[in-house]
């Protein structure tokens, strides 16, 4: 599976799913086998921009300065007069280039074996055997986290903001899939009863700053700002519709570890759940979706009560989660998260630990230009989910807190289905000036009406949570300077192995789990031979 993005071939997918998605819009029918594998190779607008370049007549051609491009000019005219021939329902000419306007901005979509690697990992958990598991996207593009976590949970439900997406997004989804087109923020605010066990996307990252009605009276001060960047956002808001002892886990931008001016996210984030993992993927595993930014894959399981910065161990490792700084000895001053600095280079096992690119980085520009870290690749996906998967899947067996899940789990007696049309039913009965502040998107999607859950009377639980730290934390103040690294603490007794080639070499992965009686603290690894 080595990549190579085609954008005439993408754009000619896409132009066809559109078409498609449209007929069975008007038409109101279900899709034909071929009919839903051509929906299926739908990928989005990312890199694509030159459809946004004028071609309302053959005389626009002059206009695109890029030779190189001009090739795709009759098949950008194609896509125009499709959506200008629509006549959908409520759905404009203008609303639909406005959706691909936003889609060629955020439109990344997530290769197949990333996202089954995250899903065989939650998987290994068995998560179904203690209820039903009902599982959000709230970025869902076209489904394909859906569709990777369809064995395991009982009710999916996806949100997606751009209508053409979502528009395929409907006829491609399982029949038990809850499909709402409208963005993130419009899920309102959820009953304990109605809040997922698993939040999971590839998240969008952009500049732009989402406004949530639902933060105005928090008691969190950063929370209230309501001034939160959309990659920032999605983490925050996922773990208000997260219930606790949930799993958080998204693909997302490296800006929200490596962004100094994200430290008041990071600390929010630490407070509120505990640290499980943290990947760092390598430039260019989107590079079939015409991007080659850097990413990272964090996965939180969301805290039954927030917590003082002050219970995190300063030398372990959700304490290098928080900050972001240039490395010691760095000529070039660039910031990056601590939980991917001090790697041992001597040290096989410690130098892959949190990074799935190899080699390890090399000094290149972020997608502004500036100054940053690539993490480099090879190109092959397939072998670098089998990475992800082996290192999530142990980052799981560690740090993932059963006994907290298993007790906030229950079995969902009302759908998120219901809880909409519970919603719909209540505001028919409720007069103009008792109602909720309108949702962006109402007439997509309605709200369910239910209060804000009130923490002022639950008392604060003290539970013990496995976590990256060792030992009992220390009572001072989370150090900003680069604490040495300490190795996660294992158990003897059973062996795991696996084998991933690299560059031709083979890279043995073995750990030794001791689990004598009243020897927990010895720590004995057989790891990263290479041959």
């Given at each position: 599976y080595i990549m190579a993005y085609n954008k005439y071939e993408a754009l000619n997918n896409n132009i066809e799913a559109i078409r498609i998605a449209i007929e069975l819009e008007k038409t109101h029918q279900k899709p034909t086998v071929d009919q839903l594998e051509k929906l299926k190779k739908y990928s989005g607008f990312g890199g694509l921009n030159f459809i946004l370049f004028p071609a309302?007549?053959?005389?626009?051609?002059?206009?695109?300065?890029?030779?190189?491009?001009?090739?795709?000019f009759p098949k950008v005219q194609e896509l125009h007069q499709i959506l200008k021939e629509a006549q959908l329902p409520n759905t404009s000419y203008d609303e639909l280039f406005s959706s691909l306007r936003s889609s060629t901005l955020?439109?990344?979509?997530t290769p197949k074996p990333v996202v089954e690697a995250i899903a065989d990992s939650i998987a290994s958990l068995g998560l179904?055997?203690?209820?039903?598991i009902r599982m959000l996207d709230p970025s869902s593009g076209s489904g394909v986290f859906a569709d990777a976590f369809n064995n395991i949970t009982d009710e999916k439900i996806c949100f997606e903001s751009d209508k053409l997406t979502g528009l395929i997004l409907k006829h491609i989804s399982q029949p038990d899939t809850i499909v709402r087109v409208a963005p993130f923020e419009s899920i309102g605010q959820l009953a304990d009863e109605h809040k997922m066990d698993i939040v999971t996307s590839n998240i969008p990252f952009d500049s732009q700053t989402i406004y949530d009605p639902t933060f105005i009276n928090d008691p969190n001060e950063f929370k209230r700002s309501n001034n939160h960047k959309i990659h920032n956002y999605f983490f925050i808001k996922a773990l208000d519709v997260c219930r606790p002892g949930g799993l958080v886990a998204f693909i997302t931008s490296?800006?929200?570890?490596?962004?100094?001016?994200?430290q008041k996210t990071r600390e929010y984030l630490m407070e509120n759940s505990n640290l499980v993992s943290a990947l760092r993927l390598p430039n260019g595993l989107f590079r079939e979706a015409g991007t080659d930014v850097g990413t990272d894959l964090i996965v939180l399981q969301k805290r039954e009560s927030p917590r003082s910065l002050l219970e995190i161990d300063p030398t372990g490792e959700e304490s290098f989660f928080l900050f972001s700084t240039p490395e010691e000895g760095d000529l070039n001053k660039i910031p990056h998260n601590q939980l991917f600095q001090t790697i041992e280079l001597n040290d096989p096992y410690e130098?892959?630990?949190?990074?799935?690119?190899?080699?390890r980085k090399t000094l290149g520009t972020d997608p502004y230009g500036k100054p940053a870290y690539i993490y480099n690749f090879d190109g092959d996906v397939e072998r670098q989910g089998k990475i992800i998967q082996l290192k999530l899947q142990e980052d799981l067996l560690w740090r993932f807190d059963k006994s907290l899940y298993k007790k906030h789990s229950m079995d969902k007696a009302?759908?998120?289905?219901?809880?909409?049309?519970?919603?719909?039913e209540q505001e028919k009965s409720q007069t103009q000036s008792q109602s909720a502040s309108p949702s962006p998107l109402k007439e997509e999607i309605e709200q369910p009406n239910v209060p804000a859950k009130d923490n002022s009377e639950a008392p604060e639980e003290k539970q013990s949570q496995p976590s990256f730290r060792q030992g009992t934390p220390s009572p001072t103040t989370t150090s900003t300077q680069n604490p040495s690294r300490r190795k996660s603490r294992k158990k003897k007794g059973s062996t795991n192995s696996n084998i991933i080639e690299y560059n031709g070499k083979q890279i043995i992965f073995k750990t030794l789990f001791d689990t004598t009686e009243g020897d927990e603290n010895t720590n004995k690894e057989i790891v990263a031979s290479q041959e």
């Open positions: 309302d007549k053959p005389q626009d051609i002059v206009k695109w300065t890029n030779e190189s491009e001009k090739v795709f955020t439109a990344f979509y179904n055997r203690e209820g039903n490296r800006g929200v570890l490596d962004s100094p001016s994200n130098g892959l630990k949190r990074l799935t690119g190899y080699p009302i759908s998120f289905r219901q809880t909409q049309s519970l919603g719909n």
